[in-house]
């Protein structure tokens, strides 16, 4: 097993229609006015960018985001990643229930220097963080799509 691998999964139940959640997400430079662990994002270019992200364990990941799939139809956003972490991540936008079903996959190699020999150990830890990063991403969103 490479304990440096993960794969994510999040749903976030959403009382908002679709294509606003999907606008939300597509725009990717407003993540840290909402999403509290979002510390920047940084455009380079219309398909790629610079992000840093922190949750509640002392330490920040910065990675390389590439647009690979924009779908509003399918609504599916795709992106890969390069940098701390190495893989790729994908929204996926769904009319659910009264609102809107949002799922957030991604499977990513860790790559920043600090944290892979902490794999074994920190393992627990790192997936606990990422559950609260979410956490706190679907807050803020919520907070963000009744605001707009």
């Avoid at 996926?92 to 920043?112: F, I, M, S, W």
């Avoid at 830890?125 to 991403?137: E, I, K, T, V």
């Amino acid at each position: 097993m490479d304990w440096n691998h993960y794969r994510f999964r999040s749903l976030w139940l959403l009382p908002a229609p679709p294509a606003a959640v999907y606008t939300a997400l597509e725009r990717a430079e407003d993540y840290p006015r909402w999403w509290p662990q979002v510390r920047s994002v940084t455009r380079l270019d219309a398909e790629t960018g610079v992000i840093t992200i922190r949750s509640a364990l002392p330490y920040g990941l910065t990675s390389t985001v590439r647009e690979t799939r924009r779908d509003p139809a399918a609504g599916v956003l795709e992106v890969t990643l390069s940098g701390d972490i190495d893989g790729w991540a994908r929204w996926t936008v769904l009319p659910g229930g009264p609102g809107t079903l949002a799922r957030y996959d991604q499977e990513v190699h860790v790559r920043k220097p600090l944290l892979r020999p902490l794999a074994v150990p920190g393992r627990p830890l790192f997936r606990l963080n990422h559950r609260l990063m979410m956490r706190a991403g679907r807050r803020g969103l919520l907070r963000h799509l009744r605001a707009v």
